[in-house]
């Protein structure tokens, strides 16, 4: 494994409550990555990282925030979570630019 | 159109076939190529990572990039059962921080 942790691995929330997923890597890489994954979708860009505190959005940003106050954490926070919100969210590091993605093990959300 | 289009099958093959994967892609920019494996409640797994054109081996594995194409493949050799997963192709190029990937196929090796 590429050290990468998320928690919690599995969550049941309900409509409207605010929830915060964390992922903590101990590779000290720069790049750190918010996916979800849900059938016929693939994998889908939510936020990235390229430092401490430097932080983008991805293609399906909206209504997801994303803080990074130490290297190794990087925490994906769902403001208000919706149904439409019911997905697998992986994190991902790399360290260079020239490097490839490490994958963590997955959290899965279900909102009801 | 997508970037990266890839079919999701289910492909279905028996045991010790040798499988072809892959990936067609739009953007010529694109300069790096990784092939991932994805087993069910799993992260995706790194299995191959190129850098412009040409062939990669490892092990049972091979990678191939033909960037005149615009397309890259994954042969797996004398495939096994537990080479059943879903498969991603993914790319990018130098300065994008982010991958572009496949939506990934399903195969089955059948014992």
């Known amino acids: 494994d590429a050290g990468i942790t998320q928690s919690p691995r599995h969550k049941v929330t309900e409509t409207g409550t605010p929830v915060t997923l964390r992922c903590h890597q101990t590779?000290?890489?720069?790049?750190m990555y918010w996916y979800r994954q849900d059938p016929g979708h693939g994998l889908r860009l939510i936020h990235y990282s390229y430092g401490v505190k430097d932080t983008d959005k991805g293609e399906v940003s909206d209504g997801y925030s994303v803080s990074r106050s130490k290297t190794e954490d990087f925490l994906l926070t769902l403001e208000s979570a919706t149904s439409s919100q019911t997905s697998v969210y992986f994190c991902a590091i790399r360290g260079e630019d020239t490097s490839p993605l490490h994958f963590g093990n997955g959290t899965r959300l279900t909102v009801t | 159109q997508k970037e990266v289009e890839q079919d999701p099958g289910p492909l279905s093959v028996p045991e010790g076939a040798i499988v072809s994967l892959n990936c067609t892609y739009s953007?010529?920019?694109?300069?790096?190529f990784m092939w991932y494996r994805q087993y069910s409640r799993k992260g995706p797994e790194l299995l191959m990572y190129?850098?412009?054109?040409g062939n990669k081996e490892d092990g049972r594995f091979t990678a191939q990039v033909d960037k005149s194409s615009k397309y890259i493949s994954l042969f797996i050799r004398d495939s096994q059962p537990s080479d059943s997963a879903t498969y991603l192709c993914?790319?990018?190029?130098?300065?994008?921080?982010?991958?572009?990937f496949g939506s990934g196929t399903r195969l089955q090796v059948q014992p």
């Open positions: 190129t850098y412009s054109s």
């Open positions: 993914a790319m990018k190029n130098t300065g994008r921080r982010a991958l572009t």
């Open positions: 953007n010529s920019a694109f300069q790096y």
């Open positions: 590779e000290n890489h720069r790049y």
